[in-house]
């Protein structure tokens, strides 16, 4: 019984110690890119290409509408 509770206890604080960090430096990206330059993958809004800020913005402002409640009432 008490062998067990130490073991259960020691696997508890190994746990522990292997948590990665969440600081805010470490989730910065390493190259600061307008968010209009976008990702490169087949899961973009079809349409769209990356690094043409006004569809970008077009693209943002549809889906804000989409998501607005007093535009979905009427």
């Known amino acids: 019984m008490m062998r067990t509770l130490v073991a259960s206890a020691i696997a508890l604080a190994l746990f522990g110690c292997g948590e990665k960090s969440q600081s805010q430096a470490d989730a910065r990206d390493a190259g600061d890119q307008p968010p209009y330059t976008g990702a490169h993958d087949p899961f973009v809004v079809k349409g769209w290409t ?7 913005n077009k693209q943002m ?4 509408q989409s998501q607005n409640e007093y535009v979905k009432i009427n």
């Open 50 to 56: 990356p690094g043409n800020k006004g569809e970008w």
């Open 61 to 64: 402002h549809e889906r804000a």
